[in-house]
């Protein structure tokens, strides 16, 4: 997953295109490490710093979602929003006209991002608060109609011009899915879940005694309301929850069974000069699922087991 790139910073500057072409690197480098089973891509949000953008945010989403379509062809990618995507213009204080090509809004910039062969991601459901709301199967063990292996849960965390909260229709919509997955598929199949903004849940991870690993170097600032999206979650049979926002932590620690963990800051835009790379996910063929951080030079930090083998038949 990449987390925080921030691309579109000091557009008019020499020092912000140098400093998307080292993001555009770091995801190379990353992808290149890890390109063995490699089945998915999430951008994590914050793609873009859309406050900095003057006025074309589709040509950044050219830009950031480029490695991928032109080095590891016919790898998807899934995308959520972070606070920043659809950020007001703020780098000089002169107004502008928001148009598609200025300042797209959030359905605006999904459905750029839909634009190409590759890209995995949904436009959420119409009629629920934000826009990247949807949710991707993993596996069904040969059977198109059975359960999947993994269920994959996106959920937009709001900010930029909408308030920085999962709205309680989202946690609804949520809770609802759970129900029609379990009359579908006649159980309740494992899953994780993307946002943006950390859930307020976050900082008792950190303090977890039931495990803990990872970076910790930076606040924690979650969504101010808790509308129950931890308690769905728990309830939902998500086993871990991965968001970023927080470029300074990439730690995940163990809450009420939950494993709450943060991406790593990806880009080379946005605050902080910890050093820059991925949290990867594996699903093993054993059914255990396993964590870690790619840097850019190769290195791996932040490692640990989310689920154990014995443990994935539950
Ligand atoms: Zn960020």
Redesign the pocket.
Known sequence: MFA?M?YGEGEAEAWGPAQDANSTRVQNAVLQSELNGLGLVVMLG?MITGNNVHSNSSAYWDEFTLPVRANFSGLPWATIL???DDYPFQADGSPRQYTVETQADRRELLANDLRFADSATQLGPAGISLASNYFLPVGSHGDPQGPPELLLYFLDSGGGRAPEVVYPDQVAWLEGLRTQHIAKWGKSVRSLLFMHIPCPQYTKALHSPQGFFGMALDNITPTANDTGVFAVAKDTGIQAVFV??D?GNDFCGSVEGVWLCFGRHSGYG?YGSWRRGSRVVELGSDGAIRTWVRMEDGDVVSSGELVGARDAQG
């Open positions: 925080d921030h914050d972070g606070n920043h970023g926002h470029h946005g």
